[in-house]
Antibody, heavy 120, light 107 residues
Framework: QVQLQESGPGLVKPSETLSLTCAVS??????????WSWIRQPPEKGLEWIGY???????TQNPSLKSRLNLSIDTSKNQFSLKLSSVTAADTAVYFC????????????WGQGTLVTVSS | DIQMTQSPSSVSASVGDRVSITCRAS??????LAWYQQRPGKAPKLLMY???SLQSGVPSRFSGSGSGTEFTLTISSLQPEDFATYYC?????????FGQGTRLEIK
């Protein structure tokens, strides 16, 4: 069974870059049947899809974040990463990584999530 | 972007009750709809995909229906572990969008 685990700093200063990595075990990021997504959830609020990346490096990103967002994938380490630049307090959220099934674009496996707080 | 609107925003029910949650899309999404359950402090868990397909391992008391713009998640007989927040998600077009959530509380 595939498992995903987010890692990265829990505190980021305003205007700096938020960087997170998702390590995948029990499955391969090189699979043709899946892509690899990021979703976030501000405290006490709903879910916002950030974007996804295929093993080829091809990405689809939420237009609301696209100008600040960089998604990457490292097939040799079986992990993928997110960088969000020029962060503000509005970017404070629990960030989840998840596997997106290419058949019906549903998120069938999730990491536990990591809280990132933007504050000076 | 496609807007997803869930109703009700919250509902109180008792163990053994039958509960339905509705999700409406701002335009036709065919059957490109999934449902998730999120318990406090946990990641969402996939329940249904393609509107009515039950994810492996999910109890059969959960069912989904609908197509186009209106969808329903039904729990036939509530169990204590079902009290959580439920989200719908459309994947007909990007960006993927979620409903605002429905909180299911114990009466």
């Amino acid at each position: 069974q595939v498992q995903l685990q987010e890692s990265g700093p829990g505190l980021v200063k305003p205007s700096e870059t938020l960087s997170l990595t998702c390590a995948v075990s029990g499955g391969s990021v090189s699979s043709d049947f899946y892509s690899w997504s990021w979703i976030r959830q501000p405290p006490e609020k709903g879910l916002e899809w950030i974007g996804y990346i295929y093993s080829s490096g091809s990405t689809t990103q939420n237009p609301s974040l696209k100008s600040r967002l960089n998604l990457s994938i490292d097939t040799s380490k079986n992990q993928f990463s997110l960088k969000l630049s020029s962060v503000t307090a509005a970017d404070t959220a629990v960030y989840f990584c998840a596997r997106l099934a290419s058949s019906w674009n549903y998120l069938d496996s999730w990491g536990q999530g990591t809280l990132v707080t933007v504050s000076s | 972007d496609i807007q997803m609107t869930q109703s009700p925003s919250s509902v109180s029910a008792s163990v053994g009750d039958r509960v339905s949650i509705t999700c409406r899309a701002s335009r036709d999404i065919s059957s490109w709809l999934a449902w998730y359950q999120q318990r406090p402090g946990k990641a969402p868990k996939l329940l249904m995909y393609s509107a009515s397909s039950l994810q492996s391992g999910v109890p059969s008391r959960f069912s989904g229906s609908g197509s186009g713009t209106e969808f329903t998640l039904t729990i036939s007989s509530l169990q204590p572990e079902d009290f959580a927040t439920y989200y719908c998600q459309q994947s007909n077009s990007f960006p993927i969008t979620f409903g605002q959530g429905t909180r299911l509380e114990i009466k």
